[in-house]
C-alpha cells in the first residue's frame, strides 16, 4: 500500500504537468506514470481497479449505473476523479490513456484487447482471451504484430511459490509427470428460466454488451443466480458469450496444470463427457464435466462439478459440501512416479510421496497486475509472467474440451462406460462422476442424460481439428458486424513476409 500511495502522488504530479503518453516513441519508462483504463468491472473488474489504485484514470462499462457507481465510490473514498465511458471505441481514441485493463464478459475480451493493441495501448486482459480458439489466436498475433505488452488475467504465474513448485517437479524430484488432474469442484446453483424473452434495461447499452456475439433471445430472469442483476454474470453458463466453469474458474486451473506438464502447445487428442444435470435452466453449458487433453508424454484430465456432494446440502449453502480429490477442491493434483502434487490455490503446492506423506511445501504469492505494470514501463513483454501466448493456450484447452462436449450425443451410462474402459484414468473419472451425480439423486442409470462428446483429433501447429468440418466451425464464430474480431495473423504473416 505504501507502494500505492508513492505511486498515485507521482501520478498526480504528472497529470498536473500535462505528462501523457501520445506514442510509444515517447512512451514512460516508470511505472509511476502509467496511465491506465478499466474497462469492465462489475465484478472481478472491481478488483484490478484495487490492484491499479491511482494508475486509474478512466473507467469504460456498458452499463451506466454500474459506471456512475463506480466513479462516485472511488471519488468518495479515494478522492480520485476518473472520466467515464459506455463505449470502448471511444475510449481507445484518447492518447493520455496508455494502457487498459479489461473485465468484460468473456465474448468480448479478444475484440476490445485486439482493438486496443491496434490503438497503442498495452493491456491487461482477463481470463479466458477468448471466446474461441480462433480469436484467441489473434490475440496472440496482435500483440506481436502491433508490439504491445499484453498479460492474461491467470495470477498463479506471478507466484513464486508455484514456479518454485513447477521447476522442482520438472526437474524430476519426484521422478515422470505420469498425469496431471485439475479440478473445478464449485457450487453453481439454478440460474432460474423465464417463460419470456429477456428485456435489457434501459440503462445498459444492449449493442454493446452484446458486441461480437448471435443476437438471439435468451430467458433468463431479471434477478441473476448471484442476486444481482441480469444480464451480468449468468452469461458464464451461455456457449454464445460463455465457456461454462471449465472457462470460467476451470481456466486457472488448466493453466497450472499445463504449465506444470511442461507443454507449450494444444493437445492432439481431446474428448469430453458431461451435462447440464440437477435441475432444469435456462444454461445451455454443462454444470458437470470431464474433459481429456491427451498430451504424448503424459495426459491432462479436468473435471468439473457444479453439483453439491449430496442434495440435502442443496438448502443448507453449497460452499463448504463439494467433492474432494486427494484434497483438491479447486486445484490441481500433478501424480509422478515416485509422488504427486497437491495445488489446491492460486499460491501454494504441497508434494507427498505415494504413501502421502508430506515431501515439500511451498507458500506465497506475488502482484500480478505489478508484474503487468513493470513490463509496459520497460516495454518488454519478456518480463511478463502470463504473456497472452500462454492464456491463449490455456484458454484454448477449455474450448477444445467445449467443442467436443458440443459435437456429442446423449448417451445411456452403460454404453460410455463401455467405451471408455479401456482408458483406465479416464474410466475412473468417470465412475467418480457417476457416484457425485447418485448422491445429488440424479438418476444417470435410467434414460440417457449424459453427453458423450466425440473424440477429436487436432494439429496442434494449425490449431485445427483433423478431419472434422463440424468441429473446425466451432473453432471460430459467426461475428456479428461491425464487431468483427480481425485476421491479424494473416496480417502478421504478410508483414514478416515483406520484411523478409
Request: glycine content about 10%; proline content about 4%; hydrophobic content about 40%.
Amino acid at each position: 500500500m505504501q507502494r500505492r500511495q508513492f505511486i498515485g502522488t507521482a501520478i498526480g504530479a504528472a497529470a498536473a504537468a500535462g505528462m501523457v503518453w501520445s506514442s510509444r516513441a515517447s512512451a514512460a519508462s516508470d511505472v509511476a506514470d502509467i496511465r491506465v483504463a478499466q474497462i469492465g468491472f462489475r465484478g472481478q473488474g472491481s478488483g484490478h481497479i484495487n490492484n491499479l489504485g491511482k494508475h486509474v484514470v478512466a473507467l469504460c462499462d456498458v452499463d451506466a449505473d454500474v459506471l456512475n457507481n463506480k466513479a462516485a465510490e472511488l471519488k468518495e473514498k479515494h478522492n480520485q476523479t476518473v472520466d467515464k465511458f459506455s463505449d470502448y471505441r471511444k475510449l481507445l481514441e484518447r492518447k493520455d490513456i496508455d494502457a487498459v485493463s479489461i473485465a468484460t464478459p468473456n465474448h468480448t475480451h479478444a475484440l476490445i484487447a485486439i482493438a486496443a493493441a491496434q490503438a497503442g495501448k498495452d493491456v491487461y486482459v482477463e481470463k479466458p482471451v477468448s471466446n474461441n480458439i480462433w480469436e484467441g489466436r489473434q490475440l496472440a498475433a496482435a500483440a506481436r504484430r502491433f508490439d504491445r505488452v499484453i498479460q492474461c488475467g491467470t495470477q498463479s504465474r506471478s507466484s513464486p511459490s508455484l514456479k518454485e513448485a513447477v521447476a522442482w517437479v520438472q526437474k524430476g524430484e519426484l521422478g515422470p509427470i505420469k498425469y496431471a488432474l485439475g479440478t473445478c469442484y464449485k457450487g453453481r446453483p439454478s440460474i432460474g428460466k423465464s417463460e419470456t424473452a429477456f428485456k435489457f434495461p434501459s440503462t445498459i447499452d444492449r449493442d454493446l454488451w452484446i458486441g461480437p456475439a448471435a443476437d438471439v433471445a435468451f430467458y433468463r430472469p431479471e434477478k441473476n443466480s448471484q442476486g444481482g442483476k441480469n444480464p451480468h454474470y449468468d452469461w458464464h453458463w451461455d456457449f454464445n458469450t460463455g465457456a461454462g466453469d471449465l472457462g470460467n474458474q476451470g481456466i486457472h486451473q488448466m493453466d497450472i496444470a499445463r504449465w506444470f506438464l511442461g507443454e507449450a502447445g494444444l493437445a492432439p487428442r481431446v474428448f469430453s463427457v458431461g451435462g447440464r444435470v440437477g435441475y432444469d435452466d435456462a444454461g445451455n453449458t454443462p454444470n458437470t464435466q470431464i474433459v481429456w487433453q491427451g498430451y504424448e508424454k503424459a495426459p491432462l484430465l479436468f473435471e468439473v462439478r457444479g453439483l453439491p456432494r449430496a442434495k440435502q446440502f442443496q438448502a443448507k449453502g453449497w460452499g463448504d459440501n463439494m467433492d474432494r480429490f486427494r484434497g483438491s477442491g479447486v486445484g490441481v493434483v500433478v501424480q509422478c512416479e515416485n509422488g504427486y502434487v497437491v495445488i489446491p490455490s492460486y499460491s501454494d503446492a504441497i508434494a507427498f510421496d505415494n504413501k502421502g506423506e508430506k515431501v515439500k511445501e511451498w507458500h506465497g504469492g506475488s502482484g500480478h497486475h505489478d508484474n503487468w505494470l513493470e513490463a509496459v514501463a520497460a516495454h518488454d513483454a519478456k518480463k511478463l509472467n502470463a504473456e497472452v501466448l500462454e492464456g491463449h493456450l490455456s484458454s484454448a484447452l477449455c474450448h477444445t474440451g467445449n467443442v467436443s462436449y458440443r459435437l456429442g450425443a446423449k448417451t445411456p451410462t452403460r454404453e460410455i462406460a463401455d467405451q471408455l474402459a479401456a482408458n483406465e484414468l479416464l474410466s475412473n473419472s468417470f465412475e467418480r462422476m457417476l457416484g457425485h451425480l447418485r448422491a445429488n439423486d440424479v438418476d444417470v442409470d435410467g434414460d440417457a442424460v449424459l453427453t458423450m462428446g466425440e473424440w477429436l483429433t487436432l494439429d496442434p501447429e494449425s490449431e485445427k481439428f483433423v478431419d472434422n468440418d463440424k468441429a473446425n466451425e466451432l473453432r471460430t464464430r459467426v461475428y456479428r458486424k461491425p464487431f468483427v474480431v480481425p485476421d491479424v495473423e494473416s496480417e502478421l504473416a504478410s508483414q514478416s513476409a515483406a520484411a523478409s
